[in-house]
């Protein structure tokens, strides 16, 4: 059994989980100790997007209380102060501290406080997102499992955040045992449709940890057109999730908008010229009616969806996969996920198909910690550094 502590920061969610791994290591059984995940959305929506100094405040503030409640969760916690812990030993820690959260010194205050003086909880390991992500936001949660880890004498596995999205799919529930999931056998070659806020990616997989990127977003991200569109629109932030409930009700074919790249013969993706078009239409109507928006919602979502769609099946059958795993924010979008089964069924029966539950789609640390298990590697401390642009493909030349 290997039990992990994961710790996300990437961008404006701040979680902790800790998860057990057991049985086959192709297929292992998940129990989860706890999953704790605390939204900022409400603090960035005035904003209309994530402030990152902003988001970095907030995961400095949070991030202890979510691993007392976590540690506490998980029952793994000696509440008892460690007689045996010498105050030498104790100012030692203390040094060691203010050296990793030099720049953290609310993290560094609540830590001295609160976790210091205990005994190191039974884990095999920390997992920590190092990228991709905003750059503040990240460090800040490297450093504080960097801090965990000297205190507690445990190794870490800095973990790529996109590969967190893909293993998110693969986390099944059990339907026998509450709150335990199951990671079923994962059938190469796997091809995954990850779509998110920030990335919107290909990516072949012939094991786990190996990893190619066929194809990337030229510009907006799925999930940011959405949002920018939402924004054209009046709706409020996050407004993928508001384009997705007003599309529900409208006419997917209302308004002709274009199919950016559709019928490139490479794997990119590029959404800015739809999200263009659709500034542009506004324009031209006019005065928006309720209706009016939800055809545009409708249409908008169709043209997105279509394209993302099609590329994932062009290149499911050129590279023989037999996996096709959906991740990522958008992964929560009911339309794709229907659009992406049905068109996968209709190709051939030989795809098998795989979702995350709605509440594996955001941001959260239990698909790090899964992610760490399949093909995370530990790290010296020194090695441990944060990452905004990182890469998928180079994740296992990481340090």
Not at 24 to 49: D, E
Not at 139 to 154: E, P, V
Not at 336 to 357: D, G, H, I, M, T
Request: a positive charge; one cysteine or more.
């Amino acid at each position: 059994m290997t039990r992990i502590l994961a710790i996300e920061t990437s961008c404006d969610e701040t979680a902790i989980a800790i998860a057990e791994f057991s049985g086959p290591a192709t297929h292992p059984a998940v129990r989860v100790r706890s999953h704790i995940v605390l939204s900022q959305v409400q603090l960035h929506a005035p904003f209309g997007g994530v402030v990152p100094n902003l988001a970095r405040r907030e995961h400095e503030k949070n991030l202890v209380p979510i691993l007392m409640q976590a540690l506490r969760e998980a029952k793994i916690m000696n509440q008892e102060i460690s007689k045996n812990k010498h105050p030498e030993s104790l100012a030692s820690c203390f040094l060691t501290l203010d050296t990793i959260l030099a720049r953290e010194p609310e993290l560094n205050g609540q830590l001295k406080k609160n976790i210091a003086h205990l005994p190191a909880p039974d884990i095999d390991a920390i997992a920590v997102t190092y990228g991709p992500g905003l750059a503040p936001a990240l460090w800040t949660g490297i450093n504080f499992a960097k801090a965990l880890a000297a205190l507690w004498k445990k190794p870490v596995i800095p973990t790529n955040h996109m590969a967190g999205h893909l293993y998110s799919a693969l986390l099944e529930p059990d339907p026998k045992k509450g709150g335990a999931f199951f990671m079923p056998r994962l059938s190469f070659p796997a091809l995954a449709l990850l779509v998110s806020g920030g990335h919107t990616e290909l990516i072949l997989m012939r094991a786990h940890g190996k990893f190619r990127i066929l194809g990337q977003t030229l510009d907006d991200a799925a999930g940011e057109a959405f949002d920018k569109t939402a924004r054209i629109l009046g709706l409020p932030y996050p407004g993928g999730p508001e384009i997705a409930r007003l599309a529900a009700d409208g006419r997917h074919g209302a308004y002709p908008l274009p199919r950016p790249m559709l019928n490139t013969k490479d794997y990119h993706f590029s959404f800015s010229g739809l999200k263009t078009a659709a500034l542009y239409l506004v324009r031209d109507i006019g005065k928006l009616t309720l209706q009016k928006k939800k055809d545009i919602a409708a249409s908008f979502q169709a043209a997105a969806l279509e394209v993302l769609v099609k590329k994932t099946i062009r290149a499911a059958k050129e590279y023989r996969a037999k996996t096709v795993l959906l991740g990522g924010g958008v992964a929560a979008n009911d339309a794709l996920r229907s659009f992406l089964r049905v068109a996968l069924k209709k190709e051939s029966p030989q795809f098998s198909v795989r979702f995350p539950v709605s509440s594996l789609c955001g941001d959260n640390a239990l698909m790090i910690a899964a992610a760490a298990y399949f093909c995370g590697t530990k790290k010296a401390l020194d090695k441990v550094r944060a990452d905004a642009n990182a890469r998928l493909d180079a994740h296992h030349r990481y340090g």
